[in-house]
């Protein structure tokens, strides 16, 4: 079965400091999609960064950044600068290529707290 | 561009009684829709998905059912509500399977 996995349930960082959020993911397959959504208090999902498993390069956005593992099966995100509006739940999502219609499966969540 | 709107935003009903929650996307044609519960603050679990009018795929057996009588409208209804139901549903859509999900913006419901 295809499964995420994110193993920091809770996280805290210092205003204006970096965090790295950490995903891992099962799969046999071989391309696919990956991403990074957050859920501010708010509770709206959005998207946050997305991955293409057959790109090589790490996908960045602003001041979000992942750290894509392919033989690991490794998709960590990095924010830098962290600023009070990036607290928030993040969820690692992966969508196997096997799916046609776009059915995405989810982390269980971090959630992190910027800290001014 | 695309907006997806899903309503109400919250909703307490009790125990035996239906629900019926309702998703629109305007600005495109022809989208998937997914239908998703997020309980305790936690993990997304899919609920149904369809790929097209009258189309509706069930991701887990439970006590509620989907439909698609329009396009871009997306429906999730139960015919008896159970304290169990209770939770984040959350409806999306996405273009194709190379697309990401856009979400609307959640209904939480309470079932007392």
């Known amino acids: 079965a295809q499964t995420v996995t994110q193993s920091q349930p809770e996280m805290s960082v210092q205003e204006a400091e970096t965090v790295t959020l950490s995903c891992t993911y099962d799969?046999?397959?071989?391309?696919?999609?990956l991403f990074w959504y957050k859920q501010p208090p708010s509770r709206q999902m959005i998207l946050v960064i997305r991955q293409e498993a057959y790109k090589q390069q790490n996908a960045t956005e602003n001041r979000f950044s992942v750290n894509f593992q392919k033989a690991a099966k490794s998709f960590s995100l990095k924010i830098s600068d962290s600023q009070l509006g990036d607290t928030a739940m993040y969820f690692c999502a992966f969508m196997p290529p096997s799916s046609n219609t776009g059915k995405l499966i989810f982390g269980q969540g971090t959630t992190l707290q910027v800290k001014p | 561009s695309q907006t997806i709107h899903q309503w109400p935003a919250t909703l307490v009903q009790p125990v035996g009684s239906p629900l019926s929650l309702e998703c629109t996307v305007e600005?495109?044609?022809?989208?998937?829709l997914y239908w998703y519960r997020q309980a305790a603050g936690r993990g997304l679990q899919l609920l149904f998905y369809?790929?097209?009018?009258?189309?509706i795929s069930s991701e887990v057996p439970q006590n509620l059912s989907a439909s698609r009588p329009q396009d871009r409208q997306f429906i999730l209804s139960s015919k008896k509500l159970l304290l169990s139901d209770s939770g984040f549903y959350l409806c999306?859509?996405?273009?194709?399977?190379?697309?990401?999900?856009?979400f609307g913006n959640g209904t939480r419901l309470t079932v007392t």
């Open positions: 799969t046999s397959e071989n391309n696919y999609y």
């Open positions: 600005g495109t044609s022809n989208p998937n």
């Open positions: 369809s790929v097209g009018i009258g189309q």
């Open positions: 999306a859509w996405t273009r194709d399977r190379a697309s990401p999900l856009h």
